[in-house]
Structures are given as C-alpha cells and as structure tokens.
Nanobody
Framework: QVQLVESGGGLVQPGESLRLSCAASGLTFSIYTMAWYRQAPGKQRDLVARITNIRSTNYSDSVKGRFTISRDNAKNTVYLQMNSLKPEDTAIYYC?????????WGQGTQVTVSS
C-alpha cells in the first residue's frame, strides 16, 4: 500500500531553518504531484508548497521566498527547506501525493518555532 513518511520536524527558534523530508513508497513517485500542507491548532489545513511531476512549483504567499520544495525521484522523496522560520510557521506539516483521483497523506510532523 501507499505510505508517505514525514521526518525532520522539531523545535527551533525564530530565524532558524529546518528541512522536512517525505519518503514515499507503494506508488510510482515520479508521476505524482507532491505537496506540503500545514495545519495549526484550531485552523484548517492549508497548502504550503507544491511540485509537479515536471518540477513546476508554487508556494503560498506566506512562505514565498523563505521555503523551497524539491524532489528526488531516485529516492522517492520530497523535501521542504524552511528558512527564516517564524512563530506563525508553527503547525503540523503533512506530505501529500496526488494524481487524478488518487490522493494520499502522511501522518504529519510537528514544527514548532518559539524562543
């Protein structure tokens, strides 16, 4: 079955960086659009960044210029490099794989930005 396993979350101070990873298995990774979403307590789950199978990317306005999404098809892994982190980036970050009617989610990884 399809599995998406996120890693790399943690507690950091404002201005610091983190890199999240999402390792995928059970799917033809290279053809999927991969994305990162996040959900803060009491809020809806929102798109952070997306990368298509041809590596076209888009970002939410709140992270543009600070976050970078990338993928390594040889490793079936998608990354989210997060720089200049702010307290408002605190959330559970979820990996998503999607194509046509297929849509898969990871279990999430907690990112906390606090001094």
């Amino acid at each position: 079955q399809v599995q998406l396993v996120e890693s790399g979350g943690g507690l950091v101070q404002p201005g610091e960086s983190l890199r999240l990873s999402c390792a995928a298995s059970g799917l033809t990774f290279s053809i999927y659009t991969m994305a990162w979403y996040r959900q803060a307590p009491g809020k809806q789950r929102d798109l952070v960044a997306r990368i298509t199978n041809i590596r076209s990317t888009n970002y939410s306005d709140s992270v543009k210029g600070r976050f970078t999404i990338s993928r390594d098809n040889a490793k079936n892994t998608v990354y989210l490099q997060m720089n200049s982190l702010k307290p408002e980036d605190t959330a559970i970050y979820y990996c998503n794989a999607g194509i046509n009617q297929y849509d898969y989610w990871g279990q999430g990884t907690q990112v906390t930005v606090s001094s």
